[in-house]
Nanobody, 121 residues
């Protein structure tokens, strides 16, 4: 059974960089039919797609967050990470990592439980 687990600080100060890691167990992150995303949900709002890293390390980001977002991976540890720079209170949200799988079409099939990040001084 594939499991994704987010980890990182729950409180970040404004202007600092938010760093989260998603540890994947029960399966490798390298197969070509998988891609790995970060998605967030601010309080009272819908899900916001932040970006994705493919099986071969290519990255794609939301245009609205592209200038502040970086997603990377460590295949030796079977994990991938998110960095969001220059955070403001508007970046307060539940952050999720998720796996996107191709099987005739792309769809998200596994999600982490989410981690709450609050941006506050």
């Amino acid at each position: 059974q594939v499991q994704l687990q987010e980890s990182g600080p729950g409180l970040v100060k404004p202007s600092q960089t938010l760093s989260l890691t998603c540890i994947v167990s029960g399966g490798s992150i390298t197969p070509s039919n998988y891609a790995w995303s970060w998605i967030r949900q601010p309080p009272g709002k819908g899900l916001e797609w932040m970006g994705i890293i493919t099986y071969d390390g290519r990255t794609f980001y939301s245009p609205s967050l592209k200038s502040r977002t970086s997603i990377s991976r460590d295949t030796s540890k079977n994990q991938f990470s998110l960095q969001l720079s220059s955070v403001t209170p508007e970046d307060t949200a539940m952050y999720y990592c998720a796996r996107k799988t191709y099987s005739s079409s792309w769809s998200y099939d596994y999600w982490g439980q989410g981690t709450q990040v609050t941006v506050s001084s």
